[in-house]
């Protein structure tokens, strides 16, 4: 039976509808780095852990969120921080294990913790003026492993707008550092799918600069339909023993307007404490 989640990331079994969209996704990402586009509490973070969950055969796939992130130099640690996190023994092969810059930072590899690796690393040096050359030197080990990796980023445009508050010079240094290295992961095995709920190319399209994304494929994840609606309210009903009549179907999709999957998750399980 199917849980109602409100305002969390779906997975697994209650992941509804999705799977098509999914398919299209990695269709996409065999050839281009891609842009997620989806209006706020569409479902965005939840198609991404689901390549993540689920990834399709040789893939291995990173997610990190980087809504926090005010600094290039954040990005490194974080970016460092989730392949520890989601591929700990591609970590320790290919990062820890023949990096020289890691390997000075650690005497064991068998295991590192959140948090002394960032401590680690914020302590190793003067980041804000070696952050791009330490990216370099992590991509290069990337390329070099021959595996097919997808980096998730969430929430870049939090990121970038955080960046040019910082300093508008790093947010550009950061920019053109991305971009380069989306056009060399093309090259390679590896690829970049990013997002966030701010139209991340009307926001750098404000500031001129939409050019330093505008090589991502654009995929655009819609709402619910009518039929997945119906779908939805029917399959939540029975599997909860909810008795109801056909007239609410109707009624769900007009106090709806458009089927956001969290509005429609938020009414339904209102209807069935109800």
Request: aromatic share 12%; charged share 30%.
């Amino acid at each position: 039976m199917a849980d109602f989640i409100v305002g969390s990331v779906v997975r697994d079994d209650d992941f509804w509808f999705r799977k098509d969209f999914v398919d299209t996704l990695w269709e996409s990402i065999n050839k281009h780095n891609v842009l997620l586009v989806a209006p706020r509490r569409i479902g965005k973070t939840s198609v991404m852990y689901r390549l993540l969950d689920y990834p399709r055969k040789e893939w291995l796939v990173i997610h990190l969120n980087v809504e926090e992130c005010k600094t290039p130099e954040e990005f490194f640690i974080d970016l460092v921080d989730a392949v520890n996190e989601h591929q700990p023994d591609y970590f320790r092969r290919f990062l820890v294990g023949g990096w020289d810059y890691m390997k000075g930072l650690f005497n064991r590899v068998e295991s590192v913790e959140a948090y002394e690796l960032k401590v680690r690393i914020r302590k190793s040096e003067d980041l804000k003026n070696s952050w791009k050359n330490r990216l370099d030197e992590l991509m290069c080990r990337v390329y070099g492993s021959k595996q097919r990796v997808l980096f998730i980023v969430d929430e870049l445009p939090d990121m970038l707008s955080a960046m040019r508050s910082n300093a508008v010079e790093e947010q550009a240094s950061f920019l053109h550092w991305f971009r380069k290295t989306r056009e060399q992961s093309l090259k390679e095995r590896v690829r970049w799918l990013v997002g966030g709920s701010v139209n991340l190319v009307a926001a750098l399209d404000r500031h001129n600069i939409v050019n330093l994304i505008n090589d991502l494929k654009v995929e655009v994840l819609h709402p619910f339909d009518e039929e997945e609606v119906k779908a939805f309210v029917q399959g939540m009903f029975k599997g909860y023993s909810v008795t109801y009549d056909e007239a609410v179907i109707p009624r769900v999709l007009d106090l709806l307007g458009s089927p956001i999957p969290f509005f429609l998750q938020m009414l339904t399980e209102e209807l069935y404490r109800y």
